[in-house]
């Protein structure tokens, strides 16, 4: 029914065309042919005077409240002829620049693979394996300062240095190509020889003591292998305790001539003495030999403390069966075992003192002073001899004058006997205490 009073009132136009009925129309004719005839010209015009009101305010109202973005959507509108052709030709060239793209992608896919060797990806890697690494490597770095610090910081702690010490070279056995190790060892070794020059100059000390020389030698032990295998890898232990006992001897010896040095003065007036007792002439008498006769005194005194002290701390760091497990040392050539340092040592002594004695006693003239001294030689003789370094027999063929040896026998004689009362007085002693 809607659609013939469409197609009606189409003909009845002006327009030759009829136009296409759409919905709204339609719907609108079927409201019209189910009302009455008489409301066509009752309500019908008012009620479409009152749709068409509401429809101006509505538009009215939806132009003040969104009018600029209709009028911005417009001139939007209006730059589409001009946007959509540059779209066009950069969608265009995008096509075009895929292959390309496809291209670089699989040369740089190839190129930097993880399985090619390639000098940029190699850089890239050292770095990453650093940036992971860092904090060790700062560890590692820190080892030299920490190893200086505990040689050269009071107090010296000897023990953590050595430590130490082992841990660089550890870290340079497990890592020898590496540059950065190889340094740090080098440092250390550098450290390592700083301390062992602070040791031996400790051994040194005037009044060194037994407990004090066997840390430092102890100390030396540890050090001395590590210093030696870095020159000349292969010396075994006897080596090393022959090396050691040669140097604790010659810086014992070092103290004892710096002692010795110290009587400069009274050896100097001792050398004028001897001068005026050879300008005076053998044929007047001489009564002088006062400065001389302190001079001995003092130095016979201060050669037998330090030569006791020296042998017997020699004996005591160094005793004779150092091989480790009671092994016997292996012999490669007839000229091992060496002997030890010890086993000369002692008569480079004697031959010092007796050298002294042969050159000071003969000027001093008075009897007194000169049993006096040559009981004092006697004693340090007696002293040695307790260690197994009596030198007591080379007393007598010592030249100190055209009387020296019956000076010897009276001196000898005297000695012995003061021995033997203080032995009877000893054993007296004793026997009172067992009562």
Not at 17 to 23: E, F, L, T, Y
Not at 141 to 154: F, G, K, N, R, V
Request: hydrophobic share 40%.
């Amino acid at each position: 029914m809607a659609e013939l009073i469409h197609d009606l009132l189409s003909r009845s136009g002006a327009s030759d065309s009829s136009p296409v009925a759409d919905a709204t129309s339609l719907e609108y004719l079927t409201t019209l042919a189910s009302q009455p005839f008489s409301s066509l010209d009752s309500t019908e015009p008012q009620s479409l005077s009152q749709a068409s009101h509401s429809l101006l305010l509505s538009l009215q109202s939806l132009s003040k409240k969104s009018h600029k973005p209709i009028i911005e959507s417009a001139a939007h509108h209006s730059t589409l002829h001009k946007s959509l052709p540059s779209l066009a030709a950069s969608t265009a060239e995008l096509r075009n620049s895929i292959p390309r793209l496809d291209k670089e992608a699989v040369r740089f896919s190839t190129t930097y693979n993880k399985s090619s060797e390639n000098e940029v990806l190699a850089r890239r890697k050292k770095a990453l394996l650093l940036s992971r690494n860092v904090e060790r490597l700062v560890d590692v770095l820190e080892l030299p300062p920490l190893l200086s610090s505990a040689i050269s910081t009071a107090p010296v702690n000897y023990s953590s240095a050595i430590d130490l010490n082992g841990h660089i070279r550890r870290l340079h056995a497990l890592y020898p190509q590496s540059a950065l190790v190889t340094s740090i060892s080098a440092e250390a070794d550098e450290s390592m020889r700083t301390m062992a020059a602070d040791l031996i100059r400790s051994l040194k000390a005037p009044n060194l003591k037994l407990a004090a020389s066997l840390r430092t030698v102890s100390w030396l032990r540890r050090l001395l292998p590590d210093l030696e295998s870095a020159r000349s890898p292969g010396k075994g232990h006897e080596s090393q305790e022959r090396v050691l006992g040669a140097l604790f001897l010659v810086c014992r010896l070092a103290t004892l001539m710096a002692m010795l040095d110290a009587l400069e003065p009274l050896r100097e007036l001792a050398d004028q003495e001897k001068g005026r007792q050879k300008s005076i002439g053998s044929g007047n008498t001489w009564s002088g030999g006062q400065q001389t006769e302190r001079y001995l005194k003092r130095y016979i005194e201060i050669f037998r403390e330090q030569s006791f002290a020296i042998v017997s701390m020699f004996r005591s760091i160094f005793p004779a069966n150092t091989h480790p497990d009671g092994a016997q040392p292996r012999k490669q050539d007839a000229l091992e075992p060496l002997p030890s340092a010890l086993s000369t040592f002692p008569l480079y002594l004697v031959d010092m003192l007796l050298e002294t004695l042969r050159l000071y006693l003969p000027t001093v003239k008075d009897q007194a002073s000169r049993d006096s001294l040559l009981t004092q030689v006697l004693y340090c003789s007696g002293s040695l001899g307790r260690l197994g370094g009596d030198f007591g027999l080379f007393l007598a063929g010592l030249d100190v004058g055209s009387e020296a040896e019956e000076e010897w026998v009276e001196v000898i004689k005297r000695h012995r006997l003061l021995a033997g009362r203080l032995e009877s007085i000893v054993g007296d002693q004793k026997e009172k205490g067992h009562k």
